[in-house]
């Protein structure tokens, strides 16, 4: 059987090329992480915090798509090192806010660097990376409505 009449080819799977893709994408954020001691899901918790902080776990977890086990340790590390602090809210004792610290604050100066360090290291114009966007946004939310 030719691969291109075959269903199941490893090569015509969405799924195998969007692992790969994801692999070897956050791969690439590695060496620009490492320096200011973050992980690839550390920095996506930063990234939601210096957009929107301070914020609930319960937020962050929405935000992230991440469940709350997941999200805890991260932000344990976080608070670890000194980018965040977690404290319960002074109106309702049983949320727990998530806010930035002075140097929370100050890495994301360094954290600027890094898009425009991954679109060179991808090689591809904005255009096109915008274009994927896109097209992954829609691939999420046709996801999202099929488990529904």
């Given at each position: 059987?030719?691969?291109?009449?075959?269903?199941?080819?490893?090569?015509?799977?969405?799924?195998?090329?969007?692992?790969?893709a994801?692999?070897?994408?956050i791969?690439?954020?590695?060496?620009?992480?490492?320096?200011?001691?973050?992980?690839?899901p550390?920095?996506?918790?930063?990234l939601?915090?210096?957009?929107?902080?301070?914020?609930?776990?319960?937020?962050?977890?929405?935000?992230?798509?991440?469940?709350?086990?997941?999200?805890?340790?991260?932000?344990?590390?976080?608070?670890?090192?000194?980018?965040?602090?977690?404290?319960?809210?002074?109106?309702?004792?049983?949320?727990?806010?998530?806010?930035?610290?002075?140097?929370?604050?100050?890495?994301?100066?360094?954290?600027?660097?890094?898009?425009?360090?991954?679109?060179?290291?991808?090689?591809?114009?904005?255009?096109?990376?915008?274009?994927?966007h896109?097209?992954?946004?829609?691939?999420?939310?046709?996801?999202?409505?099929?488990?529904?």
């Amino acid at each position: 059987m030719s691969d291109m009449a075959d269903p199941l080819s490893l090569d015509r799977q969405v799924c195998f090329a969007l692992a790969i893709a994801s692999r070897n994408v956050i791969g690439l954020y590695r060496p620009l992480l490492e320096p200011m001691g973050l992980t690839h899901p550390q920095y996506l918790v930063m990234l939601a915090l210096w957009e929107r902080a301070p914020l609930s776990v319960k937020e962050l977890s929405k935000l992230l798509r991440l469940d709350p086990g997941t999200l805890s340790p991260l932000l344990k590390r976080l608070e670890a090192v000194g980018y965040i602090r977690r404290r319960r809210d002074s109106q309702d004792q049983r949320v727990l806010a998530v806010s930035l610290t002075p140097e929370g604050h100050r890495l994301r100066g360094e954290a600027e660097k890094v898009p425009p360090a991954i679109v060179g290291r991808l090689g591809m114009n904005m255009e096109e990376l915008q274009e994927l966007h896109r097209s992954l946004t829609r691939v999420i939310a046709a996801a999202d409505g099929a488990h529904h």
